[in-house]
């Protein structure tokens, strides 16, 4: 019998999930400033909302990362160096500055705002805001 | 000097092995420097979330291979909602020019970046001949 395992076992699964929402419409009317460096990504957990990008070789103390209102902005700057009387063969990798600000569809709670960054990955986590999130109204 | 530049956005590039892997699931080609020193060549590759204990670097017949697995796992409770860029295994492969020490290969990895030095083979390095 053929066993078939979680889904976020295969990571293909999770790669055409991800591919799904590159056509997305969710954040047009929302994230002003797409198409700048660094790609995001946008996850959704519960009423919070965790946004996560890719910034390798940039140092944790090179970061900026604020959030006002719904608005959250990412600058920082990625270097390359190379030691002194080194002949370089391939250079692919690119050194700069980057400022992103993106303008979220949730109200954010500042103070509950987490960041977190390791191994080259920047990840945001956005608790909405208390008077933001949904209330359910009893049926009577 | 030269002017500091704006970061762009780059679609990452997917690998395309003559090899088929047996678990499905895209790689991608880590962005990679590399430079020559006296002693020493350097591989500098973007492996950004990878960890140490992920990352599989092994040199035979002069073919320097990296292989770096993302856990994606931790991505298990998140619901995309609007995405930018995919995320996947990396790996890349390098033929030597130059005969390196295998023994003494390090890596240092930091901030998603992986740093392999790759020391020359004494017979390699370039000797100073003096001119009598």
Redesign the interface.
Known sequence: MAVFTDP?D???N??Q??????T?S??DAG?SG????????????GDD??IIA???????SDLDVQVKGRTVRLAG??T?G??E??????????????DRAVTMPIEINPDGVKAEYR???LALFLPRAESDKPKSIRVA | MVEKQELSVREKKELVAKEEKTIPGRYYIPYADIYETDDALAVVLEMPAVEKKDLKVALENDVLKVDGQIDFTKYKDLEPVYTEYNVGHYARSFTLSNKVDQEKISANLEDGVLTLTLPKAKHAQPRKIAIG
């Open positions: 976020f295969a990571l293909i999770f790669q999930a991800l591919d799904t929402y590159r997305s969710w954040l994230l797409g198409g700048a460096f660094p790609p995001l990504n946008v996850f959704r957990k909302f965790i890719e910034l390798p070789g940039v140092k944790k700057e990625g390359v190379y030691p009387k080194a002949a370089l063969h391939r250079r692919e990798r690119r050194a700069g500055r980057f191994d080259g990955i």
